[in-house]
């Protein structure tokens, strides 16, 4: 797979954020899989840069489909949202929500086949973050097109672990399906940064 990176998105409040994804040979002598790396790097208001933040790495078979991005925004622009998808269908999937303020994750949460199995491959690839719950919880939602009949929402419980929280494995997660009509505090898709032309 070959690196790609997200196009640079900015905040209301400023902040610019890039996803990028690095892949190569796993090194292992027993399997030799494709690692991906997935860094966020974050740029402030002030044009300085947050630390990259290297918070996720898969190991998995070479070539497996892969769909990463920055779903967007909180209202206040201080929040950013990512969602990755890897593997056919079904897939398993991680979503997380980064404070761009404190330069940490908010809220992490993996979920395994047992969620995408439930949906249609058609409604699998509508999969998005749609927003935040009244609970304050991230919501995932799929989209009535590309031969999904309909949309639902799934509010996202935190991530459990088996043992402790340091070396304990993640365990399968179950979201909950929201009410038809639920409300919820959509993202602000923030703004394509365009690149500085150069002068002639």
């Not at 038809?180 to 365009?194: E, I, K, M």
Request: proline fraction near 8%; aromatic fraction near 8%; hydrophobic fraction near 35%.
């Amino acid at each position: 797979m070959p690196d790609a990176q997200t196009i640079p998105l900015r905040s209301s409040a400023g902040f610019t954020a890039i996803l990028k994804m690095h892949s190569e040979d796993d090194h292992s002598k027993e399997s030799h899989l494709c690692a991906a790396d997935y860094i966020l790097e974050i740029s402030r208001p002030d044009g300085s840069a947050i630390p990259p933040d290297n918070y996720f790495t898969s190991d998995d078979d070479w070539g497996r489909p892969i769909a990463f991005r920055i779903d967007g925004f909180s209202p206040d622009g201080h929040h950013v949202f990512v969602f990755i998808l890897e593997g056919s269908h079904p897939g398993w999937i991680e979503a997380m929500e980064y404070d761009m303020t404190s330069g940490a994750i908010s809220k992490d949460v993996s979920l395994d086949r047992h969620f995408t199995r439930r949906l249609s491959r058609a409604c699998a690839a509508t999969l998005h973050i749609a927003g935040t719950s009244p609970a304050g919880r991230m919501v995932l939602g799929t989209s009535a097109k590309d031969g999904c009949p309909r949309t639902d929402l799934y509010q996202l419980s935190p991530n459990r672990y088996k043992g402790s929280l340091t070396g304990g494995a993640v365990l399968p997660q179950s979201p909950e399906k929201l009410p038809a009509g639920t409300r919820l505090t959509t993202l602000d898709p923030g703004s394509p940064v365009q690149p500085i032309a150069k002068i002639q």
